[in-house]
């Protein structure tokens, strides 16, 4: 057990004395979860909202497509995005291979799901009372919308809260899209995997308490939008 003491002890030291390969891969899984989650917010909500508002042909069954993405399998959302943006892929000329906006396309992919359907299902539970009040003052579509997902903000607060909770998790993707490159597409994930593999448990244990105080971050933003949505 002595050496688990150590790695912890060395785990401290290397955060706190601000160790680079640590930080590059916090850097990294920062800004790749920022873009993703950013991207997912402007897409999956006005979507989430048109699924969860609106009356069309099919949607019952666009309904369970969304639904079934939410297990979308990590790896093999990254099989299907590198088969694209590799070489001789279709969007093999953007030069997205091995890069952040690489990785940050499959994220985007996986997190999009969570952030319409969660989106929908808050859109769907609201008051009608809402919507007739909305129409009586006179709403048009952009405001209605607006006024809907406003009272719906702390439910759309946890679908963010949960996609982002899955971006900064997910190594599947990562590793096959980043390449787990060193300074440059090595995320916290990646580099736990990497490193303890390689015997650095002090690396990798560091890596992960940074990710548990993420996690812990995300759940604090869910317990909190669910107390003051309850309010």
Known sequence: MDYIAQGVIQAFVLLWTGD???WSAIYTTVKMSSISIAVCLALGTPLG???GYADFPGKKGVRTVVNTLL???TVAVGLVVYAFISRRGPLGELGLLFTVSGMAVGQIILALPVVVALTANAVESMDERLRLTLLTLGADGKRLALSTLYEARYAVLLAAANAYGRVISEVGVSMM???NIKWHTRTITTAISLETGKGEFALGI???LVLLILAFAVN?????ARQRATI
């Open 71 to 73: 297990a979308l399998p």
């Open 177 to 179: 899209l980043g390449g």
């Open 49 to 51: 909202f048109i699924l």
């Open 206 to 208: 560091a890596l992960g």
């Open 220 to 224: 604090s933003v869910l317990s909190l």
């Open 20 to 22: 680079e390969e640590t």
